[in-house]
């Protein structure tokens, strides 16, 4: 049974950071394109950042610049280093496959504000 268990998520600051983690099982995960996604307040879910099975990276929007993906291979584990954050990165963010899986996690809140 596939299971994406994501957290670090936080209230903070502006311009502060946050690393999420998210620990994955019930695959082999190595094989697939890890990324972190997000939804933000009266917004669909986006893409944030990937990573392939190769260790290929994309970043996505505003990510660029700011935010760091990598991952564990041997863990099935995939992180996201957040810095500078700004009020609009509040929302849930959310660990999959790309191509998303119908399956979802419970996501981790992140909150940027002063």
């Known amino acids: 049974q596939v299971q994406l268990v994501e957290s670090g998520g936080g209230l903070v600051q502006p311009g502060g950071s946050l690393r999420l983690s998210c620990s994955a099982s019930?695959?082999?995960?190595?094989?697939?394109?890890m990324a972190w996604y997000r939804q933000t307040p009266g917004n669909q879910r986006e893409l944030v950042a990937g990573?392939?099975?190769?260790?290929?990276?994309k970043y996505y929007g505003s990510a660029q610049g700011r935010f760091t993906i990598s991952r564990d291979f041997a863990e099935n584990s995939v992180y996201l280093q957040m810095t500078g954050l700004k009020p609009e990165d509040t929302g849930v963010y959310f660990c999959?496959?790309?191509?998303?899986?119908?399956?979802w996690g419970q996501g981790t809140e992140v909150t940027v504000s002063s």
């Open positions: 019930g695959r082999d995960f190595r094989l697939y394109t």
């Open positions: 990573m392939t099975s190769d260790g290929d990276i």
């Open positions: 999959n496959l790309r191509p998303a899986m119908a399956y």
